[in-house]
């Protein structure tokens, strides 16, 4: 085997031991060797800046289409609903009432969705597989049951996080009450750090979505009012304000 | 998204597939800087940080440390997004650190300098060079330098009849940059 061979082993990771040896010997006492595989260790790592820069310039090209975009392409939903609905009515569907105005649970159908994992991270690995863990595992894979279960058997079953992803399951089961007891109790926790603020200010929506789903109008419209009344909320704001729209 | 989708995903990005990784870009955008809001990043800081969470997952998904994520690509794009929101900003938030050290026990790399910045002359010269090869050597040492596939790999993807001619290929490519540095040092 010629001694570059051994270079293009080692960037292919399949030197064997008594390579790795010859490798070793050459690196220290060949300065030919050395030199080339300075250049080619060197080579590498330009290529990977360059990767980067490429990929950077490409991505503000995006960057720079979807905000020209987005400044005409707004449609706001209602919009949308509303258009839908004069064709509707111009169709000669008079006599209907609850056409003009979706109900509450065609809402609840457009709008809920289960709030993404921001807690855990799931990554396989050994020191990780806690209950907790199982428990974001289960949840990402949508099989609410054992989530629900493995939430019960936590170490910290009381912090906020724990009791608010807990309620996103049963919502997601369609057990609204229950659903709505647990998030209730986020909701109402006192903010001591952002992290709980954070959380209470997701349980109102979700609340709201809840409710929704119950057919109680106005515990849902003043959920809605919580989080388009709070000046420092950002989740799901524009929703809650259509949402309100639909209901008012 | 389930965990096998994850693993096309990453798949995909490992060959350098363009289309996934502008599709992910788009589809968390907007939660992404939702997100930040939060913490009063600038938007155009959100953005910065943000593309830069899109290289460190290319690099991440490039260099197989993320072959056995079980968490969904966009889950895993946030932690890294958020960990450099709390490195630029130092966010105080004690629960959400923890978590965040757990990936970082998982030696997961959030850097986006993670081969370190061309600091020497010498690098400095070989990216110029190196920029302005033509696309044949370009992909050939792409390949195998950055997309770490190996020879018999990549003479079957670029269509060589065999692995030598490619490898004597490589070496030309490789020459033609020294000899465009010795030339830039007035070696001939």
Request: aromatic content about 12%; some cysteine; glycine content about 2%.
């Given at each position: 085997m010629e001694n570059h061979d051994l270079i293009d082993r080692y960037f292919e990771n399949s030197l064997s031991p008594k390579e790795q040896q010859l490798f070793n010997d050459l690196l220290q006492n060949d300065s030919n060797f050395k030199d080339e595989f300075i250049f080619q260790k060197d080579l590498k790592q330009v290529i990977a800046v360059s990767q980067q820069e490429e990929l950077k310039s490409r991505l503000s090209h995006i960057e720079d289409n979807v905000q020209k975009s987005s400044r005409f392409m707004i449609i706001p939903k209602k919009w949308m609903v509303a258009a839908s609905l004069l064709v509707l009515t111009t169709l000669g569907?008079?006599?209907?009432?609850?056409?003009?105005y979706p109900s509450n649970e065609v809402i609840y159908e457009d709008y809920f969705q289960v709030d993404r994992n921001t807690i855990q991270p799931v990554v396989r690995g050994e020191s990780l597989k806690t209950i907790e863990y199982r428990a974001f595992v289960a949840y990402e894979a949508q099989d609410y049951y054992k989530a629900i279960n493995l939430f019960n058997s936590?170490?910290?079953?009381?912090e906020a996080y724990i009791i608010y992803y807990k309620g996103l399951c049963f919502l997601a089961l369609e057990k609204s009450d229950e659903a709505i007891a647990l998030l209730s109790e986020v909701a109402t926790q006192?903010?001591?750090?952002s992290e709980t603020a954070d959380f209470r200010e997701k349980a109102n929506w979700y609340l709201a979505m809840a409710y929704l789903k119950n057919n109680e109008t106005e515990k849902a419209i003043s959920r809605l009012s919580l989080i388009t009344n709070n000046p420092s909320s950002n989740f799901k704001k524009q929703e809650a304000q259509e949402v309100l729209g639909y209901l008012k | 998204m389930n965990q096998q989708e994850s693993k096309n995903i990453i798949e995909l990005l490992k060959q350098g597939d363009q289309k996934t990784l502008e599709k992910i870009y788009l589809d968390n955008r907007e939660g992404f800087l939702n997100f930040s809001r939060k913490y009063n990043v600038d938007e155009s800081d959100a953005i910065d940080i943000y593309q830069d969470s899109i290289l460190i997952l290319r690099d991440n998904a490039v260099n197989g440390r993320?072959?056995?994520?079980?968490?969904?690509i966009s889950t895993y794009l946030f932690a890294i997004g958020k960990y450099r929101i709390y490195h630029n900003f130092?966010?105080?938030s004690r629960l959400k650190m923890t978590n965040d050290f757990d990936l970082v026990e998982e030696n997961l790399d959030f850097d986006v300098n993670l081969y370190g910045p061309v600091v020497t002359k010498e690098q400095q010269l070989l990216k110029k060079y190196y920029d302005e090869l033509g696309e044949r050597c370009k992909s050939i040492l792409n390949l195998f330098y950055?997309?770490?596939?190996n020879l018999d790999e990549i003479r079957s993807i670029l269509n060589y009849s065999n692995k030598k001619v490619l490898k004597s290929q490589k070496s030309r490519c490789i020459k033609q940059l020294k000899d465009l540095i010795n030339k830039h040092y007035g070696k001939s």
């Amino acid at each position: 085997m010629e001694n570059h061979d051994l270079i293009d082993r080692y960037f292919e990771n399949s030197l064997s031991p008594k390579e790795q040896q010859l490798f070793n010997d050459l690196l220290q006492n060949d300065s030919n060797f050395k030199d080339e595989f300075i250049f080619q260790k060197d080579l590498k790592q330009v290529i990977a800046v360059s990767q980067q820069e490429e990929l950077k310039s490409r991505l503000s090209h995006i960057e720079d289409n979807v905000q020209k975009s987005s400044r005409f392409m707004i449609i706001p939903k209602k919009w949308m609903v509303a258009a839908s609905l004069l064709v509707l009515t111009t169709l000669g569907i008079w006599s209907v009432k609850s056409l003009y105005y979706p109900s509450n649970e065609v809402i609840y159908e457009d709008y809920f969705q289960v709030d993404r994992n921001t807690i855990q991270p799931v990554v396989r690995g050994e020191s990780l597989k806690t209950i907790e863990y199982r428990a974001f595992v289960a949840y990402e894979a949508q099989d609410y049951y054992k989530a629900i279960n493995l939430f019960n058997s936590v170490k910290t079953p009381d912090e906020a996080y724990i009791i608010y992803y807990k309620g996103l399951c049963f919502l997601a089961l369609e057990k609204s009450d229950e659903a709505i007891a647990l998030l209730s109790e986020v909701a109402t926790q006192p903010a001591l750090d952002s992290e709980t603020a954070d959380f209470r200010e997701k349980a109102n929506w979700y609340l709201a979505m809840a409710y929704l789903k119950n057919n109680e109008t106005e515990k849902a419209i003043s959920r809605l009012s919580l989080i388009t009344n709070n000046p420092s909320s950002n989740f799901k704001k524009q929703e809650a304000q259509e949402v309100l729209g639909y209901l008012k | 998204m389930n965990q096998q989708e994850s693993k096309n995903i990453i798949e995909l990005l490992k060959q350098g597939d363009q289309k996934t990784l502008e599709k992910i870009y788009l589809d968390n955008r907007e939660g992404f800087l939702n997100f930040s809001r939060k913490y009063n990043v600038d938007e155009s800081d959100a953005i910065d940080i943000y593309q830069d969470s899109i290289l460190i997952l290319r690099d991440n998904a490039v260099n197989g440390r993320i072959d056995n994520l079980q968490s969904n690509i966009s889950t895993y794009l946030f932690a890294i997004g958020k960990y450099r929101i709390y490195h630029n900003f130092r966010v105080q938030s004690r629960l959400k650190m923890t978590n965040d050290f757990d990936l970082v026990e998982e030696n997961l790399d959030f850097d986006v300098n993670l081969y370190g910045p061309v600091v020497t002359k010498e690098q400095q010269l070989l990216k110029k060079y190196y920029d302005e090869l033509g696309e044949r050597c370009k992909s050939i040492l792409n390949l195998f330098y950055y997309q770490g596939y190996n020879l018999d790999e990549i003479r079957s993807i670029l269509n060589y009849s065999n692995k030598k001619v490619l490898k004597s290929q490589k070496s030309r490519c490789i020459k033609q940059l020294k000899d465009l540095i010795n030339k830039h040092y007035g070696k001939s």
